[in-house]
């Protein structure tokens, strides 16, 4: 696979719609241009040139229409352009057109995003799940897109299934795909399994989401010593990460990082990465990480919920984090129940945090020292399994020091030391 940065292919003009036929979501403005420059950059690109029109609804054609086309044009042949990227999503015989009449690659956001994933993804699951993506990304443009690949080799946009599968015909392409979602629905089959077996141990999950470059990973560092790259662009983190941390001395939990979410994130990228993402239905616990130095954290939160309804989450219970409250610019932070403002880069506001979790994650656990018959022994398996056993002595009885939720208690009785009549018992 080319390293972008090396090959010519690295200069782009980019183009945005606002039109009053368009949804909010598929409508072009400032700021998701100034998004798409930063999508551009992370992907190892330049932006040369800046488009924008005004039209009451898209050209069925080009888009723009063919006014705007020949500006686009003009500024391709002025700056050396070698592509030209929409922030809106062209439909396959738009990018053919467009690519026609330019001279050049035509790329839309969903393209470029799926680039990035194609660098990004380290993990056989994350790489399965992009290449799934890009399969039927492409899979409609097929036709159109044999031409310009031909010459534009490397180019954004060609990663991933990349130039010899789009030789290919349709019907072998698809067999692709059938394999591709065969297999991730095996890594959702052992998904399952894991999850079972962490519920059976009662261990909650709390899932970290947030925009892309909130800082969730730099969050999930600090909180458990991961180590996990955190760097100041968009998509740094691909692959989940999942990692203990110890909320209390008697609440653990299970914490882990997701992809960042972004506006217009490509319908393929959310149904494939629905191995992945669909951790956040099962849940105990999301903490959705905002970047409260953004000026459109606003917007940026209300994407991240709206995804969040799509992936079946909504009613998980959940705390907001505003990041980079070091940075905060307002007079007063956010706050409020289930509101914490935190810097997770100079560690303010993480005792708040934890407090937080504790909150909403207490399962009335406490340690206890159990008194195990020696007959009864194998208890202590089963202690292992369910509970975070502490110490074990060996006497006249199995000692044991563990950390036990109600249910494990009610079912060990007498054996509890001080165990009483249930309600007795939980008075005292």
């Not at 009451?56 to 592509?83: H, N």
């Not at 015989?93 to 995003?113: G, H, P, Y």
């Not at 459109?296 to 980079?324: H, M, S």
């Not at 409020?336 to 504790?358: C, H, N």
Request: charged share 30%; net charge negative.
């Amino acid at each position: 696979m080319p390293d972008i940065e090396k090959t010519q292919f690295n200069r782009a003009v980019l183009v945005g719609l606002n039109a009053f036929s368009l949804s909010r979501e598929e409508n072009a403005d400032e700021e998701s241009m100034e998004e798409l420059a930063a999508l551009l950059e992370t992907a190892g690109g330049q932006t040369v040139g800046v488009v924008t029109q005004s039209k009451d609804s898209p050209d069925p054609r080009t888009f723009i229409g063919e006014g705007k086309v020949a500006e686009v044009k003009e500024l391709v042949e002025a700056t050396d352009a070698d592509m030209v990227i929409f922030d809106n999503p062209l439909s396959p015989s738009q990018q053919r057109n467009l690519t026609e009449e330019l001279k050049v690659s035509v790329l839309d956001r969903s393209a470029l995003i799926l680039d990035i994933f194609a660098q990004r993804a380290r993990t056989k699951e994350g790489r399965l799940q992009v290449e799934l993506a890009q399969y039927k990304y492409l899979l409609p443009r097929l036709l159109g897109m044999w031409k310009h690949l031909e010459r534009q080799e490397g180019a954004i946009g060609t990663r991933g299934p990349g130039e010899t599968q789009l030789e290919s015909d349709r019907r072998i392409l698809g067999r692709k795909i059938a394999k591709l979602e065969s297999e991730l629905k095996d890594v959702r089959r052992v998904r399952a399994t894991q999850r079972e077996r962490r519920m059976k141990n009662e261990v909650p999950v709390v899932a970290i989401v947030g925009y892309t470059n909130a800082g969730k990973s730099t969050l999930l560092n600090h909180l458990t010593g991961a180590e996990i790259p955190a760097n100041n662009r968009l998509f740094d983190t691909l692959d989940t990460t999942t990692r203990t941390l110890e909320i209390s001395d008697t609440c653990t939990v299970l914490l882990s990082d997701t992809v960042g979410f972004i506006r217009k994130l490509p319908h393929h990228l959310v149904e494939a990465f629905k191995a992945t993402l669909e951790e956040l239905e099962y849940a105990d616990l999301l903490l959705h990480v905002i970047d409260a130095s953004s000026p459109q954290w606003r917007e940026q939160a209300e994407v991240v919920d709206q995804l969040i309804q799509e992936l079946g989450a909504n009613e998980t219970p959940r705390i907001e984090v505003f990041n980079k409250c070091d940075l905060w610019t307002g007079d007063i932070r956010p706050y409020g129940e289930d509101r914490v403002s935190i810097s997770a880069k100079t560690g303010e506001g993480i005792p708040d945090l934890l407090t937080a979790i504790g909150r909403v994650l207490d399962n009335g656990a406490r340690r206890v020292v159990i008194h195990l018959p020696y007959d009864r022994g194998g208890l202590l398996d089963k202690l292992y399994l369910e509970s975070k056993v502490e110490q074990v002595d060996y006497g006249e009885t199995i000692d044991v020091v563990a950390v036990c939720t109600p249910k494990v208690i009610g079912q060990l009785g007498p054996l509890v030391e001080g165990w009483k009549p249930h309600k007795e018992f939980w008075e005292e």
